[in-house]
């Protein structure tokens, strides 16, 4: 049975981790540099796999004692808006590196199949270990609803590598990097005090 309301959470902690992420730079380069479409289905593929990854591992977590799953997902989150308040500060500086970095992987020559495994590798590579994926695992461990949470945490991935496909360069120009990862740090600070006020009740 899936849980509206543990998809939508899901969705919501991902989607503003994920768009201050350098996955998001990536995708938005690549697709500059190779056809659009095909460099979503790339990235979406990846973040299909990865995303399967942490829901399993965030499952085993669930079969252990709940008040220690419940206490390490909410340091895993405050650990997550660490990270995020820290990388603001030098986001908007790292964003012209970032770029070229991309665009040298991106190979502007390749064409259908070449361009979605293009992408897969580009984003497998730079996603793992990644803070969406611990965040996935402490909902998955938190609620042990992986299929809920998958659902969330994906559709999320998807939704942020489409907008960086479609109106990426746009955002960039209206919204600052490290404004992104506030907003970021401080959804990550409100879901691990809603943790251990869940803790206490």
């Given at each position: 049975m899936i849980d509206l309301l543990v998809v939508a959470l899901a969705f919501g902690a991902i989607f503003v981790v994920e768009l201050p992420d350098k996955t998001f730079i990536a995708t938005l380069v690549m697709s500059t540099?190779?056809?659009?479409?095909?460099?979503?289905?790339?990235?979406?593929?990846?973040?299909?796999?990865?995303?399967?990854?942490?829901?399993?591992?965030?499952?085993?977590?669930?079969?252990?004692?709940?008040?220690l799953v419940r206490t390490v997902a909410a340091l895993l989150f405050l650990i997550g808006a660490v990270i995020l308040f820290r990388e603001a500060r030098s986001a908007d500086a790292d964003e012209a590196d970032q770029e070229k970095e991309f665009a040298a992987r991106a190979d502007a020559s390749a064409r259908g199949l070449k361009v979605?495994?293009?992408?897969?590798?580009?984003?497998?590579?730079?996603?793992?270990?990644?803070?969406?994926?611990?965040?996935?695992?402490?909902?998955?461990?938190?609620?042990?609803?992986?299929?809920?949470?998958?659902?969330?945490?994906w559709g999320a991935l998807l939704t942020v590598s489409?907008?960086?496909?479609?109106?990426?360069r746009l955002l960039l120009q209206r919204i600052t990097l490290s404004l992104l990862h506030y907003v970021g740090a401080t959804v990550c600070v409100l879901m691990a005090v809603l943790t251990v006020w869940e803790m206490t009740r």
């Open positions: 540099k190779m056809r659009p479409l095909f460099v979503w289905i790339g990235v979406g593929l990846a973040f299909l796999v990865q995303t399967g990854v942490a829901v399993g591992l965030g499952t085993a977590a669930s079969f252990l004692p709940e008040q979605v495994l293009t992408s897969f590798v580009v984003l497998f590579a730079a996603e793992w270990g990644d803070l969406s994926q611990l965040l996935t695992i402490s909902l998955v461990a938190k609620y042990d609803d992986p299929v809920s949470v998958f659902l969330g945490a489409g907008l960086a496909v479609v109106v990426g």
